[in-house]
């Protein structure tokens, strides 16, 4: 029951008397209370938790994001509630849309460049690749890479040594810079359909002005490992994830793509 958890007044107010399942999807440490027609996301109170939710209420009206309903802090335990309206359809992983790539891929499409349409000129956060490699340098040096949790190339006989090579190949190696506004995790349960457009896009904490290519490395990597049974329990074998390419009618760059995937093996 709801009122055995130790929320807020104003957010337990919002929510008493609600049905609501837990939702685990994902690798975040974040516990996560889906209701009929809201979210309820909490985790350890930071600044990037209340950049996030700055950009959360900027994105309002300019692509469909969650509303923020609610947002508290509880200073005694350290804790953030960030109550949220619910994005419509369905997650785009989902088995109607993989067993259906050529329109999964136009959906994804849409949804990218619905992204890169927005005006990031006043926007309330930018993510250089200079602070993702700072915070990746922060990470190695702190041992919190988990290697095993790596594609099987990147460590070992045939990719790095360890870590520590590659966040060097990683800062001598920056590629050029295409400023968007990038979703930041773009993988396919971040990305929700709605019928014949996009829902809305959910999991915000990395959005912000950044590379076009990030983007589009992780959603073709999230595509990839979707349909080969890597995330998820079932393989698509003639799936090919190069289909968003031809959706987005774009000439794949390797080398970004390359670098992008390999820059977040180490988050």
Wanted: glycine share 6%; hydrophobic share 35%.
């Amino acid at each position: 029951m709801i009122e055995d958890f130790n929320l807020p007044k104003k957010i337990k107010a919002l929510v008493l008397g609600k049905n609501y399942t837990s939702d685990d999807i994902g690798k975040s440490q974040a516990k996560v209370l889906m209701f009929d027609d809201c979210v309820l996301k909490t985790e350890k109170a930071s600044t990037k938790n209340d950049e996030t939710v700055k950009v959360m209420r900027w994105l309002e009206g300019k692509i469909p994001v969650p509303k923020v309903i609610a947002y508290e802090k509880d200073e005694a335990t350290g804790l953030q509630y960030l109550l949220m309206s619910k994005v419509p359809g369905i997650m785009s992983c989902d088995d109607y849309y993989m067993s259906r790539p050529n329109e999964l891929c136009q959906h994804l499409a849409e949804a990218l460049k619905l992204l890169w349409s927005v005006d990031i000129s006043d926007c309330p956060r930018k993510i250089t690749l200079e602070d993702k490699l700072k915070e990746a340098r922060y990470r190695v040096e702190n041992n919190l890479i988990d290697v095993d949790d790596a594609e099987p190339e990147t460590f070992g006989p045939a990719g790095f040594e360890n870590p520590v090579e590659l966040l060097e190949w990683l800062e001598a190696n920056r590629p050029t810079y295409e400023p968007v506004l990038s979703h930041g995790d773009c993988c396919l349960p971040n990305i929700f359909i709605d019928g014949n457009k996009p829902g809305g896009f959910i999991d915000l904490g990395d959005t912000g002005a950044g590379d076009k290519w990030l983007d589009i490395a992780l959603c073709y990597r999230s595509l990839k490992h979707n349909a080969d049974g890597t995330w998820g329990k079932k393989i698509y074998s003639d799936f090919k994830a190069e289909l968003l390419f031809d959706a987005l009618g774009i000439k794949p760059d390797w080398d970004k793509i390359k670098y992008y995937i390999l820059l977040y093996e180490l988050f």
